[in-house]
Nanobody
Framework: QVQLVESGGGLVQAGGSLRLSCAAS????????MGWFRQAPGKEREFVAS????????SYTDSVKGRFTISRDNAKNTVYLQMNSLKPEDTAVYYC????????????????WGQGTQVTVSS
C-alpha cells in the first residue's frame, strides 16, 4: 500500500506562487510515475503534470506549461509541484497520484490518490 499526503495549498493572489508537496509512505515510489491532478467544483478531475520514476521525463497540460514545474526526490519519497504566476482559473483541489510503471497518457486512472489540498487564487 502507498499512502499519499499533499500539503502546501492555500489562498494566494493572482500572480503569486505556491509549492505543493506530496509525501508518500508505505512503499518507495521509485517505480511509480507520479502526477498531479486538479478538480474544480462541478468539473471533472483533470491532469496537470507528471514525472517519470527518475524525474527525467515530465509532462504538463498546456494551460500550465511555463508556469508549473513538477519534480521529485525519491530519496525523500516526495513529489513537488511548483506553481508560479497563478491565475484564478487555477483554483481547485489538487490531488497527488501514483501510477505504477506507466504515464497517464490522457487517462485519469491511478493506483493511488492523495486526499487533496485546496488551492484558491483570488483576483
Amino acid at each position: 500500500q502507498v499512502q499519499l499526503v499533499e500539503s502546501g495549498g492555500g489562498l494566494v493572489q493572482a500572480g503569486g506562487s505556491l509549492r505543493l508537496s506530496c509525501a508518500a509512505s508505505g512503499r518507495t515510489i521509485t517505480n511509480y510515475f507520479m502526477g498531479w491532478f486538479r478538480q474544480a467544483p462541478g468539473k471533472e478531475r483533470e491532469f496537470v503534470a507528471s514525472a517519470s520514476s527518475s524525474g527525467r521525463i515530465t509532462s504538463y497540460t498546456d494551460s500550465v506549461k511555463g508556469r508549473f514545474t513538477i519534480s521529485r526526490d525519491n530519496a525523500k519519497n516526495t513529489v513537488y509541484l511548483q506553481m508560479n504566476s497563478l491565475k484564478p482559473e487555477d483554483t481547485a483541489v489538487y490531488y497527488c497520484a501514483a501510477k505504477y510503471g506507466y504515464d497517464w497518457y490522457g487517462s485519469r486512472e491511478s493506483d493511488y490518490w492523495g486526499q487533496g489540498t485546496q488551492v484558491t487564487v483570488s483576483s
